[in-house]
C-alpha cells in the first residue's frame, strides 16, 4: 500500500539556519505531493504542491522537488525563523485510491532566536 | 470565505456515551473527508462523503462509528459507545472536485477526551 516516511524528529535550528525536512514514498502510479503545516492548536494548512515527476511547489520560502527517480519531496528553507516553529506533513494523493490522503508521521521543527 | 468549520473544538465524553462531531465545508465544496490524529502520530484517513452519499469508508472502524454528509447541513461523524482508545483529535477536509490534484483544506479540528 503507499506510504510516506519522514525524517524522524524533532528538529531544533537556530534563526536563519538552513532547514531540509526528508520525505520519500511508497506508491504506484503517479501520486501528487503535498507539504502541509500544522501550529499548535490548528488545523493543517496547506504550504505547498507538486502534481509531476520535476515539479518545484514553493511557498513562502519553502521549496520542495518532486523526484520520481528517488520517490523523494524534501522540504527545505534557506533561512528559518521563530515563526516557522510547527509540525510539518508530508503527504500524497493517489487518484485510484479515492481522493484521501496519506500522511507522513510528522516532523516537529522549533525554532530558537 | 469561511474556511471548513469544525465543531465542537473540544468534546469530553465518558466511556459508553455518543460523540458526534460537525463539519461544514468551504462554501461550494462538495467532497469531505474525515481523518483521525492520534497523539504524536500522523493523520489516518477514516471516510470519504460527496453529498448524500459514501464514497470510501475503507479507513473507518467497522463498529461504533458511522458518517453522512446530508443534503443540507455539516457532515456528522459519530461515535457509540465511546472508550478511552478513541480519544484523538478528528479533522475534516474538504475540496471542489475529486482528483488527486485537488488539494483539501482542513479545519482546526476536534479534540476528543474520553474520561
Known amino acids: 500500500g503507499d506510504s510516506v516516511t519522514q525524517m524522524e524528529g524533532p528538529v531544533t535550528l537556530s534563526e536563519e539556519a538552513f532547514l531540509t525536512i526528508n520525505c520519500t514514498y511508497t506508491?504506484?502510479?503517479?501520486?501528487?505531493l503535498f507539504w502541509y503545516v500544522q501550529y499548535p492548536g490548528e488545523g493543517l494548512q496547506l504550504l505547498l504542491k507538486?502534481?509531476?515527476?520535476?515539479d518545484k511547489g514553493s511557498n513562502k520560502g519553502f521549496e520542495a522537488t518532486y523526484r520520481k527517480e528517488t520517490t523523494s519531496f524534501h522540504l527545505e528553507k534557506g533561512s528559518v525563523q521563530v515563526s516557522d516553529s510547527a509540525v510539518y506533513f508530508c503527504?500524497?494523493?493517489?487518484?485510484?485510491?479515492?481522493?484521501?490522503?496519506?500522511f507522513g508521521e510528522g516532523t516537529q521543527l522549533t525554532v530558537n532566536p | 470565505n469561511a474556511g471548513v468549520m469544525q465543531n465542537p473544538r473540544h468534546l469530553v465524553r465518558r466511556r459508553g456515551q455518543e460523540a458526534r462531531l460537525r463539519c461544514s465545508p468551504m462554501?461550494?465544496?462538495?467532497?469531505v473527508y474525515w481523518y483521525r490524529q492520534l497523539p504524536e502520530e500522523g493523520l489516518k484517513f477514516m471516510v470519504y462523503?460527496?453529498?448524500?452519499?459514501?464514497?470510501?469508508e475503507s479507513g473507518m472502524p467497522k463498529e461504533r462509528f458511522s458518517a453522512e454528509f446530508p443534503k443540507e447541513g455539516p457532515s456528522i461523524l459519530r461515535i457509540q459507545q465511546v472508550v478511552r482508545g478513541d480519544s484523538a483529535a478528528y479533522f475534516c477536509?474538504?475540496?471542489?472536485?475529486?482528483?488527486?490534484?485537488?488539494?483539501?483544506?482542513f479545519g482546526d479540528g476536534t479534540r476528543l477526551s474520553i474520561l
Open positions: 477536509a474538504s475540496s471542489p472536485g475529486q482528483g488527486k490534484n485537488q488539494p483539501q483544506h
Open positions: 462554501k461550494g465544496h462538495s467532497h
Open positions: 506508491a504506484t502510479g503517479y501520486p501528487s
Open positions: 507538486a502534481t509531476k515527476a520535476d
Open positions: 503527504a500524497l494523493n493517489r487518484e485510484t485510491s479515492g481522493s484521501r490522503l496519506t
Open positions: 462523503l460527496q453529498k448524500e452519499n459514501i464514497i470510501d
